[in-house]
């Protein structure tokens, strides 16, 4: 058996690059012949700046935020002959915004993969969440260390519960340990409280040297011994500042002769050694949020008397009286607790023999034993196991205008927000306001939300608000009703031709027909004022949706035939036999102008066109799909001819564009193709993408901004939500359309 392991490795100093190590000897001695042993190797995570001297055992190393190095250690995976790969999984070790970088490495390995969790939130945040859930989705185990944690993972993260695993954190065999007189923590004639590990503000400790006054007064014999070093994050953000305040809060309190501070990383023989000499061991931890603490483990598994507050993973451990309770901060109950164990030492004896006793099942040859047997059991079901990365495409979640109308006040839908929060300070635009009319109107047409006219009014009211009395329009608004902008903009013009023709079309009462036709005539002369390919594309739509209404209408008919020429004159002058595009850029809302050729065709039977609008979709498909997923064409530089296709700046009005495009030459050709990329362009939503996380938001019911190089951009403006809704749609209406309803 051979077997990659991910994580933090020593000699990195921290606590998953101790349990990765240990863990590694436990599963090599679990294997009962030399013949057995596995094969194992490393790929080691190195932090910020940081370098190690590395063991051979480890292969390749990945630096925190280079996204390269992820890809590139699954390639070394899956072509080391691995046949199982554990992943130590905890949200900063790794790179991106709560780790996400992690799961382009596991969508990209070939071999059953084994999850070891060591944090489990539970209140995670949109990031954390979905990286959880994803990793769920990937591994074929899911192992974590306390009951607790097996709740969160199968009710928020929607892991299934035959997927999960408990397996406690191992400890070394304390029983086969020996302790020496010489270790750190020996202070003779002195009864020795401890606590160690990485040292931050989350650890409470001031709560116990804010007890020692009154304990000291009884119990003069007493020292505190805080062994750690400063947690390398921390130490990094603010120094050694929380260490000093801990200091002066002991001198303060006349303690300087009874508390001892360690600014040391224990190898695990001197940790080992060391515990054995601790009489109380105490772990004030601020707050219940703690699913695993390694160091409580190994507290337990030494058989000391433990002292703690109650969060979650000490509420179990130390349950049935393998330890006692104070409440979080509560220096007075601490106070009184350490007292009474010290007046009562049988106390305190028969708590560390309960923890002992308790603590043998966690050495790490038992724990090696369990973890061999899942892996036989995971190995086992390799026939079952398939995995082709990108292969997701999830069903279209429940519509819902929810986060529209949070973003839609009196005057119309503001334009950007601060995370789901509508931003006032920004204003309104007209295409915003045009593309949700449109997006009102499909959800009324299909039936999905029986209010939605009263959205319907409040842009329509808009719209009007910004026509100029020469028929042409502003764009921009600002909060106090100030028209702010300095020139047109020919994509919201033809936006709002978009919007306008489909109310002629299917307007759901007269007096909007009306409303719709009056505003759609006056801004005719202008139409001759469109030349971009977008301005004209999103126009041509508009066009294509009024001659349902009014087939025989020369005039329209004549400025859709003039429109699609210049388009397809576009491409003419610029496509080659490479790049078959309208110019020699790719960069926002591209597919909508092979979108607006195959709505042309269907209106003119015009050949010529039907030639351009496959040609360019098919190179649009081409430079879009990548392994399985739609890659975007990000805003970070745009995609020029020639060069190389940017990955971040992903958008989602692009993503909506696409399914769009894809929809409409599925209904022009009844090519299944289409329809099926129609589906894929719809999962880069949720969260079939580079990112492997959705940007559909379930909470808000809103739509993240894009893709960027840190993670998802979670401001959830009007552009990206309705892009996300009108792509829903649009969906929608293909499934009914496929299933003949």
């Known amino acids: 058996m051979k077997i990659a392991i991910i994580g933090n490795y020593l000699p990195r100093q921290c606590g998953i690059a101790t349990f990765t190590g240990n863990f590694v000897n436990s599963i090599k001695t679990a294997f009962p012949g030399e013949n057995d042993s596995p ?84 209140t995670p945040s949109f990031h954390e969440k979905h990286i959880l859930k994803k990793i769920g989705e990937r591994a074929s185990r899911v192992v974590v260390m306390s009951h607790l944690a097996i709740e969160f993972l199968t009710k928020i993260y929607a892991i299934p519960d035959q997927k999960i695993a408990m397996i406690h954190h191992g400890v070394p065999d304390f029983g086969s340990v020996k302790h020496h007189k010489t270790t750190k923590l020996s202070f003779p004639g002195k009864t020795v409280l401890c606590t160690f590990g990485l040292i931050g503000r989350s650890k409470g400790i001031e709560t116990v040297i804010k007890a020692l006054p009154s304990v000291v007064t009884a119990h003069p014999e007493i020292v505190y011994v805080v062994l750690g070093k400063t947690h390398p994050m921390v130490k990094l953000d603010s120094g050694e500042e929380y260490r000093e305040y801990l200091r002066s809060l002991a001198e303060s309190g006349g303690l300087c002769d009874h508390v001892v501070f360690m600014d040391e990383f224990l190898e695990e023989e001197e940790l080992k050694e060391n515990l054995l000499g601790v009489d109380i061991y105490i772990t004030p931890y601020l707050n219940e949020a703690q699913i695993t603490s390694g160091t409580l483990a190994y507290a337990v598994g030494a058989g000391t008397c433990i002292v703690s507050t109650p969060y979650w993973h000490a509420r179990e451990l130390l349950a049935d009286g393998r330890g006692m309770f104070f409440n ?57 196991f398939s995995h082709e990365p990108g292969d997701l495409c999830p069903p279209v979640p429940e519509f819902s205008l929810d986060h529209i109308r949070r973003m839609t006040d009196n005057t119309g839908i503001l334009e950007h ?10 204003g309104y635009s007209l295409d915003d306001n045009a593309r949700a009319l449109l997006l009102v109107l499909m959800a009324c047409e299909h039936g999905l939300d029986k209010d939605a006219l009263h959205l319907a009014d409040i842009y329509m009211r808009y719209i009007h608000l910004m026509q100029k009395p020469d028929g042409s329009f502003h764009n921009e608004l600002s909060y106090d009703r100030r028209f702010i902008d300095s020139i047109e903009s020919e994509d919201s013009l033809g936006r709002t031709i978009w919007a306008l023709g489909y109310l002629v079309r299917l307007a759901p009462t007269d007096g909007y027909f009306q409303f719709a036709r009056d505003k759609f005539l006056r801004f005719y002369p202008h139409f001759r004022k469109f030349q971009s390919n977008r301005g004209l594309a999103n126009a041509i739509i508009g066009l294509c949706h009024f001659l349902k209404r009014y087939p025989d209408n020369e005039k329209v008919m004549r400025t859709l035939h003039d429109f699609t020429m210049k388009i397809r004159e576009h491409f003419y002058d610029e496509s080659d036999d490479d790049w078959k595009w309208f110019e020699p850029i790719l960069c926002y809302e591209n597919a909508v102008v092979p979108l607006a050729l195959w709505y042309s065709y269907q209106a003119t039977r015009d050949t010529d066109t039907l030639v351009v609008a496959i040609e360019s979709t098919t190179f649009l498909d081409r430079i879009a799909t990548v392994d399985g997923h739609i890659r975007l064409v990000g805003n970070d530089q745009w995609y020029r001819k020639g060069k190389t296709q940017p990955r971040f700046g992903q958008q989602p009005i692009n993503a909506m564009a696409l399914v769009m495009m894809y929809r409409e030459a599925w209904n022009v050709t009844g090519d299944s193709y289409y329809y099926n990329k ?37 401001n959830q403006g009007a552009e990206s939500c309705i892009s996300y809704q009108l792509a829903s749609l649009t969906v929608y209406a293909a499934m009914k359309q496929k299933n003949g309803q």
């Open 328 to 384: 979080f901060g509560d220096s007075h109950q601490l106070a009184d607790i350490l007292t009474s164990l010290l007046d009562n030492p049988q106390d305190a004896r028969r708590i560390s023999d309960l923890a002992f006793s308790y603590g043998k099942e966690m050495y790490w040859c038992e724990i090696g034993k369990k973890y061999r047997k899942l892996f036989t059991h995971v190995l086992a079901s390799v026939p079952e």
């Open 678 to 714: 129609m589906l894929l362009a719809f999962s880069w939503f949720t969260g079939n993408n580079d990112l492997h996380i959705p940007l559909y938001d379930e909470e808000s019911k809103g739509c993240c901004d894009g893709i960027e190089k840190f993670g998802m951009n979670r």
């Open 417 to 426: 927000s601060n995370f789901s929060i509508a931003n006032f300070s920004e």
């Open 39 to 122: 094969d194992i190797f490393v790929i080691a995570m190195n932090g910020r700046n940081q370098h190690f001297d590395y063991p051979e055992i480890v292969k390749y190393t990945i630096r925190q935020n280079y996204q390269k190095d992820y890809l590139n250690a699954a390639r070394v995976i899956n072509s080391s002959g691995a046949h199982l790969c554990i992943l130590q999984h905890e949200y900063g070790i790794y790179g991106g915004e709560s780790g996400i970088f992690i799961l382009s490495l596991l969508e990209n390995i070939m071999v059953p993969v084994v999850v070891i969790c060591h944090t489990v939130l539970k």
